[in-house]
């Protein structure tokens, strides 16, 4: 074998060994990305877990949970807390949205979490009145388009 077959093997061999870094690194990178969406999925499902039990036990706030999503009247009080609860939720389907953009979250679950919020819009007068007074101001502009953006009439109003 001459010197310059031997550099031109030296050469293949390398070029072989480049590629399959390439072709690990692809592995490894799709097996991290999967990884991600697992984690990102449990977490945001601990993450309503915990909001939907957060109260669970606490008779009085339930029921101004169910006053304040019927359109009843509330005390100041029972307005903050209805008001509070409700950015928690808003927070919790900006995250929502973000893991989804950035691919993190499955489209299916996504379209089916925002159909049942739209659901609850229409269903609870207080959920539509504190959404359309002040929710819509918290929310990112992909929760906005999630919630209203399928709608065939305005939900806020003029």
């Given at each position: 074998?001459?010197?310059?077959?031997?550099?031109?093997?030296?050469?293949?061999?390398?070029?072989?060994?480049?590629?399959?870094?390439?072709?690990?690194?692809?592995?490894?990178?799709?097996?991290?990305?999967?990884?991600?969406?697992?984690?990102?999925?449990?977490?945001?499902?601990q993450d309503t877990v915990d909001?939907?039990?957060?109260?669970?036990?606490?008779?009085?706030?339930?029921?101004?949970?169910?006053?304040?999503?019927?359109?009843?009247?509330?005390?100041?009080?029972?307005?903050?807390?209805?008001?509070?609860?409700?950015?928690?939720?808003?927070?919790?389907?900006?995250?929502?949205?973000?893991?989804?953009?950035?691919?993190?979250?499955?489209?299916?679950?996504?379209?089916?979490?925002?159909?049942?919020?739209?659901?609850?819009?229409?269903?609870?007068?207080?959920?539509?009145?504190?959404?359309?007074?002040?929710?819509?101001?918290?929310?990112?502009?992909?929760?906005?388009?999630?919630?209203?953006?399928?709608?065939?009439?305005?939900?806020?109003?003029?």
């Amino acid at each position: 074998m001459t010197r310059e077959q031997r550099r031109e093997l030296i050469e293949a061999i390398g070029v072989v060994a480049i590629v399959g870094s390439f072709i690990f690194l692809a592995l490894e990178i799709s097996q991290n990305s999967e990884l991600m969406k697992a984690q990102s999925r449990t977490e945001m499902a601990q993450d309503t877990v915990d909001l939907l039990t957060l109260n669970v036990g606490n008779t009085d706030f339930i029921d101004v949970w169910n006053r304040g999503n019927a359109g009843e009247e509330l005390t100041d009080v029972e307005q903050t807390q209805f008001a509070l609860t409700y950015s928690g939720w808003i927070w919790h389907w900006n995250n929502l949205a973000y893991l989804h953009r950035v691919g993190l979250y499955d489209e299916s679950e996504y379209s089916l979490q925002f159909n049942i919020i739209r659901g609850e819009l229409d269903e609870f007068p207080g959920f539509k009145s504190f959404w359309c007074d002040i929710g819509r101001l918290a929310a990112s502009p992909d929760v906005i388009d999630a919630i209203e953006g399928t709608s065939n009439d305005d939900l806020c109003g003029p």
